[in-house]
């Protein structure tokens, strides 16, 4: 449906240039959306399979670690890191050398924020202005953003493409609308003018805050982390598992053309079918995913049983693995508790079947991946 122009422009001015600066009425959209209702149903129900799986996996909280880590690299790499999952994992495995440094500390920094988020929630603190400016603080506490007011609604014009205002893009509210748009944005939250479907004002409540941009930086990617806040804050989804940034960056451009037809055409229709298709492809495959995962480690605990001889530490260190698909004999052996010569026995037999392999080529300080495993949790997610 084409509602015309969602918002109002501002006339603004610099010492160089004018502009027009973009504030977008408040949610939810008038007229009414006119939902797919079986999109909507088959959206709700792959959420719902997703969310159950964690209650059926027999470590949750392995499958939990990666995913955020996934998501964590997928919503920097939109913002232009170059760090992928095993630059992640080597470095917080041991702060692994060659790897982009800000890159990568700002994929960390993602991870702790959305942790924080988290048992905020689960401490019983409401989703608020307050919320996301203490996750924005932790966002960009560390590198590249760390000097632009992280934790702190902006006082300043910003702009989305181009340059300057003059030639971008977008332009966001002025300064001095931002807190009032980020008010009416957490009333919206809490269904305070009307209810709204949960996954629906989920996809909303992330265009409202694209469109508002009301941090200096970080924008984006707390934009995202913002839909598993919703999401998990009100109960459709017990831990943040859906990773819709993998979906976002797939199919970036339409992605930002829906989000610019939003607020200018009002073609809110065209943007929700997109999410609630997003959410629903997403969820179906980090279901197929984590089947995959279970097999592969069902199928690769056969074929350590199957050597024919003492399998005690090799099946001990196949459950660190598990854990660590990234290691080094000297960790390995502190962390598992058997001895450095022990661990590299253990990792020879584990090379004959071709479950790991080593990557440094070097005779000292060398690394062995889980290699199946790490291009499971990998698929995706490579720089752009």
């Avoid at 800000?102 to 401490?123: C, I, K, P, W």
């Avoid at 996301?132 to 702009?159: C, D, M, V, Y």
Wanted: glycine letters at 8%; aromatic letters at 8%.
């Amino acid at each position: 449906m084409n509602r015309g122009l969602q918002g109002k422009f501002f006339r603004q001015s610099t010492a160089s240039e004018s502009f027009e600066a973009f504030v977008p009425f408040n949610l939810p959209p008038k007229p009414p959306l006119e939902i797919d209702l079986l999109l909507l149903e088959q959206a709700n129900r792959a959420l719902g399979r997703l969310d159950s799986l964690t209650l059926l996996l027999p470590d949750p909280a392995l499958f939990l670690y990666f995913y955020v880590r996934k998501e964590a690299v997928l919503s920097s790499q939109i913002e232009g890191t170059q760090s992928s999952l095993s630059d992640l994992l080597f470095h917080e495995y041991q702060g692994a050398p060659g790897v982009l440094a800000e890159d990568v500390e700002e994929v960390s920094q993602y991870v702790a924020a959305l942790n924080h988020g988290m048992e905020r929630l689960r401490e019983g603190f409401p989703l608020s202005l307050r919320l996301l400016r203490e996750i924005h603080r932790i966002l960009l506490s560390k590198g590249r953003g760390s000097t632009k007011a992280p934790g702190e609604f902006r006082r300043s014009q910003n702009w989305i493409g181009g340059s300057r205002p003059g030639n971008a893009r977008f332009v966001p509210p002025p300064p001095d609308q931002v807190m009032g748009c980020m008010g009416d944005l957490e009333q919206y939250f809490h269904d305070q003018r009307s209810h709204t479907p949960l996954l629906l004002k989920a996809a909303l409540a992330h265009v409202q805050f694209e469109t508002i941009h009301a941090f200096l930086d970080g924008n984006g990617r707390l934009g995202r982390l913002l839909i598993s806040l919703i999401l998990c804050g009100e109960g459709a989804l017990s831990e943040p598992i859906l990773y819709l940034s993998l979906y976002f960056k797939n199919h970036r451009d339409t992605y930002y053309d829906l989000l610019q037809r939003v607020r200018l055409q009002g073609d809110w229709e065209a943007w929700t079918a997109f999410f609630l298709e997003g959410v629903k492809e997403t969820a179906e495959q980090a279901v197929k995913t984590a089947q995959r995962i279970m097999k592969l480690f069902a199928d690769d605990r056969t074929r350590i049983e199957a050597m024919g001889q003492t399998t005690g530490n090799v099946s001990r260190l196949h459950s660190y693995l598990q854990e660590k698909p990234v290691l080094s004999i000297p960790k390995a052996s502190r962390d598992v508790g058997i001895s450095q010569p022990t661990v590299t026995l253990a990792l020879k037999k584990l090379e004959e079947i071709g479950l790991v392999k080593e990557i440094t080529g070097k005779a000292r300080d060398r690394i062995y991946v889980y290699t199946q495993y790490l291009d499971i949790l990998e698929e995706g997610a490579q720089p752009l």
